[in-house]
């Protein structure tokens, strides 16, 4: 039987028990308004107190019957009084709220209910004017039914979940009686309930987690759902914004959109789901990556009945992909090798540079222990240092030598680190190396620039000046001598000027090899540059070993040198300076070594000098005027004087030589003998000579424009400024830059000059004669004039030395030679000069001699242009 019909059967004998309690009430009320009634009053009350006695034992059975009913279901039962307390509760109520039976009518159901519950259905009720000592059945008793979802506390003293159904029962007078209350068991479907939420509640999470939104589409009614994640994918406010398709679809990245109605439409024929990568273009400009898996699935007609999809947030997935590609392609096209091992050393990986630095290909090496490319050159205590470093500092740098497959060992610059898991553990040592063969070769061939000297291999200056210094620091300890020798070569100038430039190189690369040949092995022989080397002769025992060593590279010299197909005999000259008397520290070695030389070389060639400290002041002094000289041309202290010549026969003013002075800022005057062999020796001489004849032949076309009788400017050239310049071009080029007519200007060479180089000189005086200079034999008689040689000069005029003239008329040797000259001048039709005349005896000698020109400073001595220009202009013509 079920509860329904139970429940009628109930009512029923309820209200048949109401009735009879109604009746026997009304019986009761006549028997005592009426006690003085008869016997068969009493008799029929007595009937009728069987029948009430027969009907309250069948509504004891009724009730009992009731009870096994309410009994057989699993519900609660529960019958509330009209004062809402408890009167009739079945097994199942009395067991689960453990309430037993003689105080059930002081009891209310509000006592098992949850406190909250019970605050909450006070709350409901708010203030009543009379007490309520049951709100929950005031809350029936006001709306006569109550359904509610509420906890009651059970005998196990555990909270469970029941369906409440409650009404009003009326009796069949309609009078109130009280109230059923059904309590229905749900705690089975809230925890179940729960489960659902708590699985709703994980799966939103995992979504969110996993930026992974669910969509699904009823095709037919084109209804749209979408998860929370959907939304959140989508930067929708979910609230605000019902599902649509066309929202999904409105973000999607312009370049995109023709894929992703492929794909659907591609769904719609296919029975798998479709998976498509696409970008989401927002309003701000941001795109995100988003991964959508969708499938169409079919109705029992085989027609699509809904879409069901998800959408997933990759931009960092994406982000991640880009950056491992572009980790890979940094990998594999790093200019570096790049080595990976496991945390056990064995090798995993490996780049393309990697195959290229050590010749191995990846499977060749993969899986063995980079100890297979050990060279050998590191003992064990090297790679003990780099695995403690590593373990330690999780990173180790520096130079290794590695052996290629090949077998070759290679420089490399690596660096080791040690990768570590998030617990701390090692899990991959990655080595990135470098091949340094390339930069060492640099660095050596760089080192070797500098510490060498390119054209002989020799050590150069800086090279000897450190190895000097070390040999300093070994000599002061073992208190032995040490010296610095200072050679160059003699005339190596001419050879570089007449045969040219590869022969003198060729020649120093033969004199440094000459120079090892003699010197012992340890000895330092370097080349400072031009024609100067110097030797190290460290940790020498005695002053007799230096001497011994100094005569054996003089006597080397003595054998001629090949330069290409030339022999050439090239002397030499040494200064010594010595360790400790001469200087304690490489540069006043150096120093003192090339005084010297300078010493050497003033007491003749193809010797050697030691430093003598009396001896410096004079190659002191050339070495200051060297420097200075350099300079005087850029600061203008050069300037010419012009000493006047005159013709013996009529005493006229012919013309000038000109002189060269220096005029030093600090010092004054200094004459030409002092300075014109340091300008030759330094090759100064060539700019210097070309400015002198720049500025006499402005000067002479000047005093021609001026309309003076001005015949003939002289002007000294040096043999070296012939030697080492082209003098035709430079002579042609001054006189065209100058205006002044060849035949106004007279080149001045000494006599030694022009016989020591007779045979090519001529040529070069004869291409000057050619232009239409003239041509004058400087110093005649000093040097020793081949007749021979003379006849055949292109020359013009013979200069008689001063030192002919000075002593005229008291020295008749010189008088018996400057006749002579005068006659041999004459004989080759040769105008002849004498310089320095000083006095009219001399003049007139000279005159009677019929020497045709004069100069000297019984005439005049060098003037200024403006003092000359004076006399130009006081004695034009002739002699006062
Ligand atoms: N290559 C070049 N050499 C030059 C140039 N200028 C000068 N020199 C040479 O320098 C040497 C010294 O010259 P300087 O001191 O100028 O002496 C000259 C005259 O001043 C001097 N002289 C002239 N007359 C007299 C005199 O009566 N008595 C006397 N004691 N000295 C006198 O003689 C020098 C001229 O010599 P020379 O050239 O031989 O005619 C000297 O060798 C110059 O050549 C130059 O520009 N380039």
Same mark, same amino acid.
């Given at each position: 039987?079920?509860? *329904?019909? %139970?429940?009628?059967?109930?009512?029923?004998?309820?209200?048949?028990?109401?009735?009879?309690?109604?009746?026997?009430? !009304?019986? +009761?009320?006549?028997?005592?308004?009426?006690?003085?009634?008869?016997?068969?009053?009493?008799?029929?009350?007595?009937?009728?107190?069987?029948?009430?006695?027969?009907?309250?034992?069948?509504?004891?059975?009724?009730?009992?019957?009731?009870?096994?009913?309410?009994?057989? $279901?699993?519900?609660?039962?529960?019958?509330?009084?009209?004062?809402?307390?408890?009167?009739?509760?079945?097994?199942?109520?009395?067991?689960?709220?453990?309430?037993?039976?003689?105080?059930?009518?002081?009891?209310?159901?509000?006592?098992?209910?949850?406190?909250?519950?019970?605050?909450?259905?006070?709350?409901?009720?708010?203030?009543?004017?009379?007490?309520?000592?049951?709100?929950?059945?005031?809350?029936?008793?006001?709306?006569?039914?109550?359904?509610?979802?509420?906890?009651?506390?059970?005998?196990?003293?555990?909270?469970? #979940?029941?369906?409440?159904?409650?009404?009003?029962?009326?009796?069949?007078?309609?009078?109130?009686?009280?109230?059923?209350?059904?309590?229905?068991?749900?705690?089975?479907?809230?925890?179940?309930?729960?489960?659902?939420?708590?699985?709703?509640? %994980?799966?939103?999470?995992?979504? #969110?987690?996993?930026?992974?939104?669910?969509?699904?589409?009823?095709?037919?009614? =084109?209804?749209?759902?979408?998860?929370?994640?959907?939304?959140?994918?989508?930067? %929708?406010?979910?609230?605000?914004?019902?599902?649509?398709?066309?929202?999904? &679809?409105?973000?999607?990245?312009?370049?995109?959109?023709?894929?992703?109605?492929?794909?659907?439409?591609?769904?719609?024929?296919?029975?798998?789901?479709? $998976? &498509?990568?696409?970008?989401?273009?927002?309003?701000?400009?941001?795109?995100?990556?988003?991964?959508?898996?969708?499938?169409?699935?079919?109705?029992?007609?085989?027609?699509?009945?809904? /879409?069901?999809?998800?959408?997933?947030?990759?931009?960092?997935?994406?982000?991640?992909?880009?950056?491992?590609?572009?980790?890979?392609?940094?990998?594999?096209?790093?200019?570096?090798?790049?080595?990976?091992?496991?945390?056990?050393?064995?090798?995993?990986?490996?780049?393309?540079?990697?195959? +290229?630095?050590?010749?191995? =290909?990846?499977?060749?090496?993969?899986? #063995?222990?980079?100890?297979?490319?050990?060279?050998?050159?590191?003992?064990?205590?090297?790679?003990?240092?780099?695995?403690?470093?590593?373990? /330690?500092?999780?990173?180790?740098?520096?130079?290794?030598?590695?052996?290629?497959?090949?077998?070759?060992?290679?420089?490399?610059?690596?660096?080791?680190?040690?990768?570590?898991?998030?617990?701390?553990?090692?899990?991959?040592?990655?080595?990135?190396?470098?091949?340094?063969?390339?930069?060492?070769?640099? !660095?050596?061939?760089?080192?070797?620039?500098?510490?060498?000297?390119?054209?002989?291999?020799?050590?150069?200056?800086?090279?000897?000046?450190?190895?000097?210094?070390?040999?300093?620091?070994?000599?002061?300890? $073992?208190?032995?001598?040490?010296?610095?020798?200072?050679?160059?070569?003699?005339?190596?100038k001419h050879v570089n000027d007449s045969l040219g430039h590869?022969?003198g190189?060729?020649?120093?690369?033969?004199?440094?090899?000459? /120079?090892?040949?003699?010197?012992? #092995?340890?000895? $330092?022989?370097?080349? %400072?540059?031009?024609?100067?080397?110097?030797?190290?002769?460290?940790?020498?025992?005695?002053? +007799? &070993?230096?001497?011994?060593?100094?005569?054996?590279?003089?006597?080397?010299?003595?054998?001629?040198?090949?330069?290409?197909?030339?022999?050439?005999?090239?002397?030499?000259?040494?200064?010594?300076?010595?360790?400790?008397?001469?200087?304690?520290? *490489?540069?006043?070695?150096?120093?003192?070594?090339?005084? !010297?030389?300078?010493?050497?070389?003033?007491?003749?060639?193809?010797?050697?000098?030691?430093?003598?400290?009396?001896?410096?002041?004079?190659?002191?002094?050339?070495?200051?005027?060297?420097?200075?000289?350099?300079?005087?041309l850029?600061?203008?202290?050069?300037?010419?004087?012009?000493?006047?010549?005159? =013709?013996?026969?009529?005493?006229?003013?012919?013309? *000038?030589?000109?002189?060269l002075?220096?005029?030093?800022?600090?010092?004054?005057?200094?004459?030409?003998?002092?300075?014109i062999?340091?300008a030759e020796d330094t090759g100064l001489i060539v700019p210097i000579g070309e400015w002198v004849l720049q500025t006499a032949c402005?000067?002479?076309?000047?005093?021609?424009?001026?309309?003076?009788?001005?015949?003939?400017? *002289?002007v000294n050239l040096s043999g070296v400024q012939i030697e080492r310049s082209d003098m035709l071009a430079t002579v042609r080029q001054v006189l065209k830059d100058?205006?002044?007519?060849?035949?106004?200007l007279?080149l001045e060479i000494?006599?030694?000059y022009?016989?020591?180089q007779?045979?090519q000189n001529?040529r070069i005086m004869?291409d000057l004669?050619?232009l239409?200079v003239?041509l004058?034999?400087?110093?005649?008689?000093?040097?020793?004039?081949?007749?021979?040689?003379?006849?055949?000069?292109?020359?013009?005029?013979?200069?008689?030395?001063?030192?002919?003239?000075?002593?005229?008329?008291?020295?008749?040797?010189?008088?018996? &030679?400057?006749?002579?000259?005068? !006659?041999?001048?004459?004989?080759?039709?040769?105008?002849? /000069?004498?310089?320095?005349?000083?006095?009219?005896?001399?003049?007139?000698?000279?005159?009677?001699?019929?020497?045709?020109?004069?100069?000297?400073?019984?005439?005049?001595?060098?003037?200024?242009?403006?003092?000359?220009?004076?006399?130009?202009?006081?004695?034009?013509?002739?002699?006062?």
């Open positions: 039987m079920n509860d *329904a019909r %139970l429940q009628s059967e109930l009512e029923s004998l309820q209200t048949e028990i109401a009735a009879l309690r109604m009746a026997n009430a !009304a019986l +009761e009320q006549q028997m005592s308004l009426n006690a003085w009634q008869n016997d068969d009053l009493l008799r029929t009350l007595e009937l009728q107190s069987n029948a009430l006695r027969e009907a309250g034992l069948r509504q004891a059975n009724q009730s009992d019957f009731i009870q096994r009913v309410m009994d057989t $279901t699993g519900a609660l039962m529960i019958l509330l009084g009209p004062d809402g307390h408890l009167r009739r509760i079945n097994q199942r109520c009395s067991e689960i709220l453990d309430v037993t039976g003689p105080q059930l009518d002081k009891r209310v159901l509000d006592e098992w209910l949850h406190p909250d519950e019970r605050q909450a259905l006070s709350d409901s009720l708010g203030q009543l004017p009379w007490p309520v000592h049951s709100p929950l059945f005031e809350a029936v008793h006001r709306a006569g039914t109550y359904t509610s979802e509420h906890r009651l506390l059970g005998g196990d003293a555990h909270y469970r #979940h029941y369906w409440l159904e409650a009404s009003i029962q009326y009796n069949q007078q309609g009078k109130e009686e009280g109230a059923v209350v059904c309590a229905t068991d749900i705690t089975p479907l809230k925890q179940q309930q729960e489960r659902l939420h708590h699985s709703e509640s %994980l799966l939103r999470e995992a979504q #969110h987690i996993a930026h992974l939104g669910h969509w699904e589409q009823d095709l037919a009614t =084109s209804e749209l759902t979408w998860s929370e994640e959907v939304c959140r994918i989508f930067e %929708l406010d979910a609230d605000h914004c019902p599902p649509t398709f066309p929202i999904l &679809i409105d973000p999607v990245h312009p370049d995109d959109r023709a894929a992703i109605n492929k794909a659907y439409l591609a769904s719609q024929t296919v029975d798998k789901p479709i $998976t &498509i990568d696409h970008r989401l273009l927002f309003a701000d400009g941001r795109v995100k990556w988003v991964r959508k898996c969708f499938i169409t699935h079919r109705d029992a007609d085989d027609r699509p009945s809904r /879409l069901v999809g998800t959408v997933q947030d990759i931009t960092a997935e994406r982000l991640i992909d880009e950056q491992l590609l572009l980790a890979a392609s940094v990998f594999e096209s790093s200019l570096n090798g790049i080595l990976i091992t496991d945390a056990g050393g064995r090798i995993i990986k490996v780049n393309q540079t990697f195959t +290229e630095i050590l010749g191995y =290909s990846p499977e060749e090496v993969l899986g #063995h222990k980079p100890g297979l490319f050990k060279s050998g050159y590191h003992d064990k205590d090297f790679y003990r240092k780099l695995w403690s470093t590593l373990k /330690l500092a999780g990173k180790w740098q520096g130079e290794i030598w590695d052996q290629r497959k090949n077998g070759e060992c290679v420089p490399l610059w690596q660096s080791i680190s040690a990768v570590s898991d998030s617990e701390g553990h090692v899990i991959r040592y990655i080595g990135v190396f470098y091949d340094l063969s390339e930069q060492k070769r640099t !660095a050596e061939h760089i080192h070797h620039l500098a510490y060498y000297d390119s054209l002989t291999d020799l050590p150069n200056r800086q090279l000897f000046t450190e190895r000097c210094e070390l040999a300093l620091e070994n000599v002061r300890r $073992t208190h032995q001598l040490l010296a610095v020798l200072f050679l160059d070569l003699d005339r190596f590869p022969v190189d060729e020649l120093l690369r033969a004199v440094a090899q000459r /120079l090892k040949n003699i010197l012992r #092995h340890g000895d $330092t022989v370097a080349r %400072l540059g031009g024609d100067e080397f110097i030797v190290l002769l460290d940790d020498v025992e005695n002053l +007799e &070993i230096i001497e011994h060593v100094a005569t054996k590279i003089l006597e080397g010299f003595a054998k001629p040198f090949m330069a290409r197909e030339h022999k050439l005999e090239i002397g030499t000259s040494i200064g010594i300076s010595r360790y400790p008397e001469d200087g304690k520290d *490489a540069t006043t070695l150096i120093k003192h070594a090339d005084l !010297a030389l300078y010493q050497a070389k003033e007491q003749g060639r193809g010797m050697f000098q030691f430093y003598d400290v009396r001896l410096t002041e004079r190659a002191k002094e050339r070495l200051f005027l060297e420097s200075e000289l350099r300079e005087a850029v600061r203008e202290e050069l300037l010419v004087h012009y000493q006047p010549q005159y =013709s013996l026969a009529d005493d006229r003013l012919i013309g *000038a030589e000109v002189l002075r220096w005029h030093h800022s600090e010092h004054g005057i200094i004459p030409p003998d002092k300075f062999s340091i402005r000067q002479a076309k000047t005093w021609l424009a001026a309309g003076y009788d001005f015949q003939r400017m *002289a100058t205006g002044l007519p060849a035949n106004y007279e000494t006599e030694t022009i016989m020591q007779a045979q001529i004869e004669r050619a239409g003239a004058a034999v400087d110093d005649f008689g000093t040097g020793q004039s081949s007749l021979g040689y003379l006849k055949r000069l292109p020359v013009d005029k013979l200069k008689i030395d001063r030192s002919f003239i000075m002593d005229i008329p008291q020295d008749s040797n010189d008088m018996a &030679i400057t006749r002579a000259i005068i !006659a041999l001048g004459h004989n080759l039709h040769l105008t002849v /000069l004498a310089e320095g005349v000083e006095t009219a005896e001399q003049s007139a000698f000279l005159k009677e001699l019929g020497c045709d020109e004069a100069q000297g400073y019984y005439y005049s001595r060098p003037l200024e242009a403006a003092s000359y220009e004076r006399f130009l202009k006081k004695r034009p013509a002739s002699v006062a």
